[in-house]
């Protein structure tokens, strides 16, 4: 089976504007979950789908948002950059319950 | 809301010798999985060993074990025979079945491997 795969892998913005990052799970999982991975606070929980429905949520501003697609594709938002939001974005699928969850490559975003 | 320490934010280790890396949980649920990730620098989490909490015995993966002690919470990794390729960040996390399923990560311990 093909890995969980994430497009862009690096993305270049300039503050203020807006960005939309990808996930594709691996097939077969209905779970996708987003992190943002810092050197500074670590990897944190952003939210998670599951057959479109968002299961759970961190505590991130609603500038970031996502949605999960009938094919259990994943997308995520971010709106009105600031500087902070420089960062790993990682995407994680799993089948669901609590199966372990399988990782994409990330998107290293980096705002200017 | 759980939460994973991971106290030991950096190990090191000389190759071939053997290394414990600490992760303590807090939990109020009975049902729940414990993982260990391994991400190497600039390259992709991947899943090192997974520990149902229902079981007893501790998952042995090759190289890789744990010390899983359900009362105390806490879940060790033990990495035998060390190799230059063990180097990484390593995860603990939690996964709850009782908690919308959502995983809680540790901050990490890196890891390195000492020729």
């Known amino acids: 089976k093909a890995g969980v795969t994430q497009t862009p892998r690096y993305l270049i913005k300039t503050r203020g504007q807006q960005v939309t990052l990808s996930c594709s799970p691996i097939?077969?999982?209905?779970?996708v979950s987003w992190y943002q991975q810092t050197p500074g606070q670590g990897l944190q929980f952003l939210f998670e789908y599951f057959s479109e429905t968002q299961r759970n949520k961190g505590n991130f501003p609603g500038r970031f948002s996502g949605r999960q697609f009938s094919n259990s594709r994943s997308e995520m938002n971010v709106s009105t950059l600031e500087l902070g939001d420089s960062a790993l974005y990682l995407c994680?699928?799993?089948?669901?319950?609590?199966?372990?969850?399988?990782f994409g490559p990330g998107t290293r975003l980096t705002v200017t | 809301a759980q939460t994973v320490t991971q106290s030991q934010p950096e190990m090191s280790v000389q190759e071939a010798e053997t290394v414990t890396l600490s992760c303590t949980y807090d939990t109020s649920e009975s049902d729940y999985y414990l993982f260990w990730y391994k991400q190497p620098p600039s390259r992709q989490m991947i899943l090192v060993i997974r520990?149902?909490?229902?079981?007893?015995q501790n998952a042995t993966e090759n190289r890789f074990s744990v010390n899983f002690q359900k009362a105390a919470k806490s879940f060790s990794l033990k990495i035998s025979d060390s190799q230059l390729g063990d180097a990484a960040m390593y995860f603990c996390?939690?996964?709850?079945?009782?908690?919308?399923?959502?995983?809680?990560f540790g901050t990490g311990t890196s890891l390195t491997v000492i020729p």
């Open positions: 994680a699928s799993s089948f669901g319950g609590a199966m372990e969850q399988y």
């Open positions: 097939s077969g999982h209905r779970s």
């Open positions: 996390a939690y996964r709850g079945l009782n908690t919308g399923n959502q995983f809680y």
């Open positions: 520990q149902e909490a229902y079981k007893q």
